[in-house]
């Protein structure tokens, strides 16, 4: 499964950098990305990267944060049934 995951992120890689080269040769385009200062472009991607890491680490976050519940929620639980054994066994 992993191989395949590579192979897909590879052929993406790979299209998005011939789209990048056609947009940079042969389009009006071109000129205004050879007008543009290299740090424009170290700025813009920074800020992709940013945004897809914030993005990965608050999904992170929020399975971390649902495991925890459920093991607080199974413990609460165990309480619960303890308490309901616990009163069976009183005498009445």
Avoid: C, H, N
Wanted: glycine letters at 4%; zero cysteines.
């Amino acid at each position: 499964m992993d191989k395949q995951k590579l192979i897909k992120a590879s052929a993406a890689a790979a299209l998005g950098l011939l789209a990048l080269i056609f947009l940079v040769s042969s389009t009006p385009v071109a000129a205004f990305f050879q007008t543009t200062p290299i740090w424009v472009y170290a700025v813009i991607i920074g800020i992709i990267a940013s945004g897809y890491l914030s993005f990965k680490f608050s999904l992170e976050e929020k399975r971390v944060e649902q495991k925890w519940i459920e093991q607080e929620g199974e413990v609460y639980m165990k309480r619960i049934e303890a308490e309901r054994a616990r009163r069976k066994q009183l005498p009445e």
